[in-house]
């Protein structure tokens, strides 16, 4: 594999005798980079029915889970402890599971049993109280309400303002057979109670479900006064909540004792289970059995001594590239674990291709840098650094973050990069909090005030640096997509490619080395073009600025030769490539503008990051001013004895409150939105320039384990592989 290229993809064939079926699955866990091919599927053979074991596996899964829930237990989240297991056969893993399920089952489903009982009962508990409640400011029994032999009697809520009609339906019903009182509450409605003859009870009914009567639901059972059955239930209410605090003492305690070895019999059957689905691939003979499977190329002599080690002698193992290969292959990219959340970056975007470079590598540096110009600030970018740390020294100890926080675990060491970056981009630019008045720039022509005198070039200096950064990158991605025309001898494309690499540069030589505002200079034929050298002009202008050197070549010759006859020679390579090739050539043509300047949104989020920052600490009471003393690193002034500003000598320094208010509202939205904003640069200004991803991510056969680990045991056999 070449360092930014997917491993080359080859066929492991694996053929072993039945009875060494799960010794070779633990090989292939340990080896971890077999990615199994259906080969069942294409052999049109029938699905091997699981055996008992296999599917006690399954129901003892199920068994497992309510125990772990009930327990609130999270197998995803690492006790920084593992348990050593033997998982030589199925019926090692089957005992170790059933002795945990055995022990604690019974405990736990008796807890929740009770549990359940006794909040139901508070519950019932709390409704008795709360009609209670409502009953009380009418002194009434509850028992009285209900059917008797002569009479119904009812208690509600009357809505707002139809307590008048109640009454009256009541009177023309009943013809005044009815007592109803009526006690006021606030918002309006009315607690009533209402009784009338039996008789004339579904009338009434009637009537209060017309009227949106609604009924107080009386408990049965209950009697006295309102306010004895309120004190007996919170008693009650009382008594129950010490039991269910005791339950979940007990659940406590059982989790703090079983924790670890539950968590290891649910890892067990997890990888079971993957162990038992993963029989689908395999193909079966009387005595054999055979696998196919993807591993990388680079990665063939380590296979078959591990499947040695498992099976013994009972073992062949052979090796192929099908003429399928480069085509159905799955995309395997091998980068260093501290680029991991870089590479889920790229993944998202899509996974590469067979014939794609991965980005990988070098967007791990890219990405933070241009990062750290948009969100330049020293104070700032310490904290983000601080942030990662944390999440990364959690991920580490297994912690779980949430949903939410949790993409800034798995993105951590992104993160201390961009913080790396944001706080190198503040030195330059001068940042601290937010605050100019404490760090002097070490890049001075981007300094706010020069000699207590606003520098008025600052914003078109910062401008240029942004469009530079862009030219760079986007010049990279020309060369990168360059050499893969050429890797893969597509001599054509790779033309094309070259063409549009050297009209891209004269086209940025002719803007900086002749002229950015009269393009009709361009094509002068007396006087010199100058040779842009990135990022060396900014803060003198472009053309003869006393940086660019003289090139030998009037504008009109060097935009003949760098930019017309390229161009020309694109474009015909492009339409030799048919309707893709014309549209590619369309988008090369017209980027070569668009995207060019979609980078100076640098210089716009950086503009914000500043203006955002200084309301919060210009307008804020200082509450406290921070002063900060003279420091230098090797001969470098890092913050000066005074500084300069608006034309008056001060002394560093920084408002507390505007510090953090900023901080916090800056950093959370001015963050976020950088970090969109450099996502889409990547994504649409440079990956259109070679990636195309659309491949497979491999997905090799392996164990994820957090709480196990394996006890190791040599297999010793001799049977002979048909």
Same mark, same amino acid.
């Given at each position: 594999?070449?360092?930014?290229?997917?491993?080359?993809?080859?066929?492991?064939?694996? *053929?072993?005798?039945?009875?060494?079926?799960?010794?070779?699955?633990?090989?292939?866990?340990?080896?971890?980079?077999?990615?199994?091919?259906?080969?069942?599927? /294409?052999?049109?053979?029938?699905?091997?029915?699981?055996?008992?074991?296999?599917?006690?596996?399954?129901?003892?899964? %199920?068994?497992?889970?309510?125990?772990?829930?009930?327990?609130?237990?999270?197998?995803?989240?690492?006790?920084?402890?593992?348990?050593?297991?033997?998982?030589?056969?199925?019926? $090692?893993?089957? %005992?170790?599971?059933?002795?945990?399920?055995?022990?604690?089952?019974?405990?736990?489903?008796?807890?929740?049993?009770?549990?359940?009982?006794?909040?139901?009962?508070?519950?019932?508990?709390?409704?008795?109280?709360?009609?209670?409640?409502?009953?009380?400011?009418?002194?009434?029994?509850?028992?009285?309400?209900?059917?008797?032999?002569?009479?119904?009697?009812?208690?509600?809520?009357?809505?707002?303002?139809?307590?008048?009609?109640?009454?009256?339906?009541?009177?023309?019903?009943?013809?005044?057979?009815?007592?109803?009182?009526?006690?006021?509450?606030?918002?309006?409605?009315?607690?009533?109670?209402?009784?009338?003859?039996?008789?004339?009870?579904?009338?009434?009914?009637?009537?209060?479900?017309?009227?949106?009567? !609604?009924?107080?639901?009386?408990?049965?059972?209950?009697?006295?006064?309102?306010? #004895? +059955?309120?004190?007996?239930?919170?008693? =009650?209410?009382?008594?129950?909540?010490?039991?269910?605090?005791?339950?979940?003492?007990?659940?406590?305690?059982?989790?703090?004792?079983?924790?670890?070895?539950?968590?290891?019999?649910?890892?067990?059957?997890?990888?079971?289970?993957?162990?038992?689905?993963?029989?689908?691939?395999?193909?079966?003979?009387?005595?054999?059995?055979?696998?196919?499977?993807? *591993?990388?190329?680079?990665?063939?002599?380590?296979? =078959?001594?591990?499947?040695?080690?498992?099976?013994?002698?009972?073992?062949?193992?052979?090796?192929?590239?099908?003429?399928?290969?480069?085509?159905?292959?799955?995309?395997?990219?091998?980068?260093?674990?501290?680029?991991?959340?870089?590479? %889920?970056?790229?993944?998202?975007?899509?996974?590469?291709?067979?014939?794609?470079?991965?980005?990988?590598? +070098?967007?791990?540096?890219?990405?933070?840098?241009?990062?750290?110009?948009?969100?330049?600030?020293?104070?700032?970018?310490?904290?983000?650094?601080?942030?990662?740390?944390?999440?990364?020294?959690?991920?580490?100890?297994?912690?779980?973050?949430?949903?939410?926080?949790?993409?800034?675990?798995?993105?951590?060491?992104?993160?201390?990069?961009?913080? @790396?970056?944001?706080?190198?981009?503040?030195?330059?630019?001068?940042?601290?909090?937010?605050?100019?008045?404490?760090?002097?720039?070490?890049?001075?022509?981007?300094?706010?005030?020069?000699?207590?005198?606003?520098?008025?070039?600052?914003?078109?200096?910062?401008?240029?640096?942004?469009?530079?950064?862009?030219?760079?990158?986007?010049?990279?991605?020309?060369?990168? $997509?360059?050499?893969?025309?050429?890797?893969?001898?597509?001599?054509?494309?790779?033309?094309?490619?070259?063409?549009?690499? @050297?009209?891209?540069?004269?086209?940025?030589?002719?803007?900086?080395?002749?002229?950015?505002?009269?393009?009709?200079?361009?094509?002068?034929?007396?006087?010199?073009?100058?040779?842009?050298?990135?990022?060396?002009?900014?803060?003198?202008?472009?053309?003869?600025?006393?940086?660019?050197?003289?090139?030998?070549?009037?504008?009109?010759?060097?935009?003949?030769?760098?930019?017309?006859?390229?161009?020309?020679?694109?474009?015909?390579?492009?339409?030799?490539?048919?309707?893709?090739?014309?549209?590619?050539?369309?988008?090369?043509?017209?980027?070569?503008?668009?995207?060019?300047?979609?980078?100076?949104?640098?210089?716009?989020?950086?503009?914000?990051?500043?203006?955002?920052?200084?309301?919060?600490?210009?307008?804020?009471?200082?509450?406290?001013?921070?002063?900060?003393?003279?420091?230098?690193?090797?001969?470098?002034?890092?913050?000066?004895?005074?500084?300069?500003?608006?034309?008056?000598?001060?002394?560093?320094?920084?408002?507390?409150?505007?510090?953090?208010?900023?901080?916090?509202?800056?950093? *959370?939205? !001015?963050?976020?939105?950088?970090?969109?904003?450099?996502?889409?640069?990547?994504?649409?200004?440079?990956?259109?320039?070679?990636?195309?991803?659309?491949?497979?991510?491999?997905?090799?056969?392996?164990?994820?384990?957090?709480?196990?680990?394996?006890?190791?045991?040599?297999? #010793?056999?001799?049977?002979?592989? /048909?």
């Amino acid at each position: 594999m070449g360092l930014m290229s997917p491993e080359k993809m080859i066929v492991a064939k694996i *053929i072993s005798h039945r009875d060494h079926e799960r010794q070779v699955l633990l090989g292939l866990e340990e080896f971890e980079a077999f990615e199994f091919l259906d080969v069942r599927k /294409q052999a049109g053979l029938v699905e091997v029915k699981r055996t008992r074991e296999e599917e006690t596996v399954f129901t003892a899964m %199920d068994r497992l889970d309510k125990i772990v829930n009930s327990l609130d237990l999270n197998p995803d989240q690492s006790t920084g402890q593992l348990q050593e297991v033997d998982e030589s056969t199925l019926k $090692n893993s089957l %005992d170790m599971v059933s002795e945990v399920i055995t022990s604690i089952e019974t405990e736990i489903l008796e807890i929740d049993t009770e549990l359940m009982m006794a909040k139901t009962e508070r519950e019932r508990q709390k409704g008795i109280r709360d009609v209670a409640n409502s009953l009380r400011p009418l002194g009434i029994d509850p028992s009285l309400i209900g059917i008797t032999d002569y009479t119904f009697t009812t208690a509600g809520l009357v809505p707002a303002g139809r307590s008048e009609e109640l009454e009256w339906s009541l009177q023309e019903v009943t013809d005044g057979a009815f007592t109803l009182s009526v006690l006021p509450l606030k918002g309006g409605a009315c607690a009533s109670v209402i009784t009338v003859p039996i008789e004339l009870m579904d009338a009434v009914e009637r009537i209060l479900s017309a009227l949106e009567f !609604e009924v107080f639901p009386i408990p049965e059972g209950e009697s006295g006064t309102p306010e #004895q +059955i309120v004190e007996k239930s919170e008693n =009650e209410m009382v008594r129950l909540e010490e039991e269910i605090l005791r339950l979940q003492q007990r659940k406590e305690t059982i989790s703090k004792e079983w924790g670890l070895r539950i968590l290891a019999a649910w890892e067990i059957l997890q990888v079971e289970k993957q162990r038992v689905e993963i029989k689908s691939h395999i193909v079966y003979t009387e005595q054999s059995i055979k696998m196919w499977g993807w *591993i990388p190329e680079s990665r063939e002599s380590e296979l =078959e001594p591990i499947l040695r080690e498992k099976v013994g002698s009972a073992l062949e193992v052979t090796f192929d590239k099908p003429d399928f290969a480069d085509h159905e292959a799955p995309t395997c990219i091998s980068n260093p674990s501290i680029m991991k959340p870089t590479e %889920d970056v790229v993944k998202a975007f899509g996974v590469p291709s067979r014939h794609d470079l991965d980005p990988t590598k +070098i967007m791990w540096l890219s990405f933070p840098i241009i990062f750290g110009l948009v969100f330049a600030d020293v104070g700032q970018g310490l904290l983000i650094i601080l942030i990662g740390l944390a999440a990364r020294n959690a991920k580490k100890k297994g912690q779980d973050w949430g949903a939410i926080l949790g993409y800034i675990q798995n993105g951590a060491e992104g993160l201390i990069m961009m913080g @790396i970056f944001a706080t190198l981009g503040g030195f330059l630019f001068g940042s601290f909090f937010g605050s100019e008045t404490v760090i002097e720039p070490l890049w001075p022509i981007f300094a706010h005030t020069i000699d207590g005198v606003k520098n008025p070039y600052r914003e078109s200096h910062m401008l240029k640096l942004s469009i530079e950064i862009g030219v760079l990158h986007i010049s990279l991605g020309i060369v990168l $997509n360059l050499y893969n025309k050429l890797k893969h001898k597509d001599y054509r494309e790779a033309i094309s490619g070259l063409s549009y690499l @050297i009209t891209y540069l004269g086209f940025v030589n002719l803007l900086f080395g002749v002229s950015y505002n009269s393009i009709g200079e361009w094509f002068n034929s007396v006087g010199n073009v100058y040779m842009w050298i990135p990022l060396a002009g900014i803060g003198y202008g472009t053309g003869n600025n006393g940086v660019y050197p003289a090139l030998p070549l009037s504008p009109l010759t060097f935009s003949i030769i760098t930019f017309i006859i390229p161009f020309v020679v694109m474009a015909i390579t492009s339409f030799m490539g048919g309707m893709d090739g014309a549209v590619l050539f369309m988008e090369h043509a017209i980027g070569m503008v668009s995207h060019t300047v979609s980078y100076a949104r640098i210089f716009a989020l950086n503009t914000v990051h500043i203006i955002l920052s200084a309301v919060f600490i210009e307008m804020l009471p200082p509450l406290v001013m921070i002063y900060f003393p003279p420091l230098s690193l090797f001969g470098i002034e890092i913050i000066p004895h005074h500084f300069l500003h608006d034309g008056h000598e001060i002394a560093p320094q920084i408002p507390l409150l505007g510090a953090i208010v900023g901080t916090f509202v800056v950093g *959370i939205l !001015e963050g976020l939105l950088g970090f969109m904003h450099t996502l889409r640069l990547h994504f649409v200004e440079w990956f259109s320039k070679f990636y195309h991803a659309g491949g497979i991510d491999f997905m090799p056969f392996r164990a994820r384990r957090i709480h196990t680990t394996q006890f190791r045991k040599v297999a #010793q056999s001799s049977y002979a592989v /048909q």
